[in-house]
């Protein structure tokens, strides 16, 4: 183990797919989410195929031990994309980068319904500040004077999207014990490229040449980022690295000042500390407990 090199990875990935969000979102004026998350998962395959190539691996990740399993991720997790690619079309970066860690509190609780976890008073208080730490994020949002239809949507999106990364982690759980991680990660960009072409129908468009390389580069770079994601945890335990997830808060307050002018009210900011404290005090506790997430982390469905 080398933990350095695993905070590197897993800080060098974090970056990475908040380049990706952000070009994502630039490019949601001219092209639907379902069209991004097509362009998002087609070009990550070929970086994934090569890096399970130079790892020896290509076999093992064409390998799907219970393909439907796999499908039934796929289709959760592109759900979970789609609805987060059209979230970031319609709010702030920040804004949906932090109402998108509802799903590690929503996690929490739906593995004590699905998986039979148990859920003590410490995690279950946890989850509540978590949760509580996303509702001051988006409480501005509820104000009849900040209403806009633009802005509900918006919400509603983010809100699906954060259920379905939910469904997608424990999906996961579930997965791990009986497929290989090279498997998990090829297999979801595949059947997301798949799935992402029933979409066509609502409005497929030819983008700008801008747009089309802001697009392929969006998938060059979120397949190179999953990478370093899942390498991360070969060097560095789940525990070690859950933490530095959060960096891509202070990122998406970077860069949606950088690019897109957005600066975070002070809610937001009050409901993202409150939200990390609450991500740091479960990782805490998961680490006290002995539970074992490092390859579901590895495979988790991203922001993007």
Not at 78 to 96: D, Q
Not at 173 to 197: D, G, N
């Amino acid at each position: 183990m080398s933990p350095m090199r695993g905070i590197a990875l897993k800080l060098a990935s974090v970056f990475l797919f908040t380049i990706m969000a952000s070009l994502i979102k630039a490019s949601s004026t001219e092209v639907p989410a379902g069209q991004a998350v097509f362009f998002r998962s087609f070009f990550a395959m070929p970086v994934i195929v090569m890096w399970l190539t130079l790892r020896g691996d290509l076999r093992t990740g064409f390998k799907a031990t219970r393909p439907l399993m796999h499908v039934r991720r796929g289709l959760v997790g592109v759900t979970a994309m789609g609805c987060n690619f059209a979230a970031l079309g319609l709010l702030p970066l920040p804004e949906v980068t932090v109402l998108g860690y509802a799903a590690p509190m929503l996690t929490v609780l739906l593995a004590a319904l699905m998986l039979g976890e148990r859920l003590r008073l410490f995690r279950m208080s946890a989850v509540l500040l978590g949760l509580g730490g996303v509702t001051i994020a988006l409480w501005p949002r509820l104000s009849p004077d900040a209403w806009s239809e633009a802005a509900m949507l918006g919400l509603i999106f983010i809100g699906v999207s954060t259920v379905m990364r939910a469904l997608a982690q424990i999906q996961i759980r579930r997965m791990v014990s009986s497929e290989e991680t090279s498997a998990i990660v090829f297999y979801f960009s595949l059947t997301a490229t798949l799935f992402s072409l029933a979409t066509v129908p609502f409005g497929w468009t030819w983008p700008g040449w801008a747009v089309f390389w802001m697009l392929v580069a969006a998938g060059l770079i979120g397949g190179v980022a999953q990478i370093f994601l899942t390498s991360s945890y070969k060097f560095a335990g789940a525990a070690v690295l859950a933490p530095f997830e959060y960096a891509s808060i202070l990122f998406a307050i970077l860069f949606g000042y950088a690019f897109f002018d957005e600066v975070p009210t002070a809610s937001v900011l009050i409901g993202a500390a409150i939200v990390v404290l609450a991500g740091v005090l479960i990782i805490w506790r998961e680490r006290q407990l002995g539970l074992k997430r490092g390859q579901a982390r590895a495979n988790m469905t991203p922001q993007g």
